[in-house]
């Protein structure tokens, strides 16, 4: 096929009548996409739930285990004056 001969084909498949769905195909394919929407709901949903256990996580432990304050000295200084 040279190019004209494709560019004649592509006309005519474009301007050709539009598909149509089989009325059986378009309730399965609202059922699947409902079903996706549900999915990818639930899968946002647990991952918002996830980020705030992880945040209300570190919280907890910054609050206890206070990683800013400097830890007490191992040694302690020499007693002079008794």
């Known amino acids: 096929m040279n190019r004209a001969q ?28 409902s079903r996706m929407l549900r999915r990818r709901t639930a899968a946002r949903r647990i991952m918002w739930l996830l980020l705030f256990a992880a945040s209300v996580a570190f919280v907890v ?12 000295s191992e040694t302690t200084p020499p007693l002079t004056g008794w």
């Open 6 to 33: 494709r560019e004649a084909a592509v006309r005519q498949v474009m301007e050709g009548a539009t598909p149509q769905v089989p009325p059986e195909l378009y309730g399965d394919v609202v059922r699947r996409g």
């Open 61 to 72: 432990w910054a609050l206890t285990a206070r990683p800013w304050v400097e830890p007490p």
